[in-house]
């Protein structure tokens, strides 16, 4: 599963996730990511 898919699969519930969460289910360059689902147009 690639970075991008596990972020997405964790935002998919719609809930605030802390950083923490974010850093050990996505890893420690999650806001890369989130910039590059941004790009996509992933929201």
Known sequence: MTTLEKLLQVL????????EDLVQE???RFSAT????KQR???
């Open 34 to 37: 989130i910039h590059v689902a």
């Open 12 to 19: 998919s519930d719609g809930d605030w996730h802390s950083t």
């Open 26 to 28: 996505v890893g420690h």
């Open 41 to 43: 147009g992933d929201r």
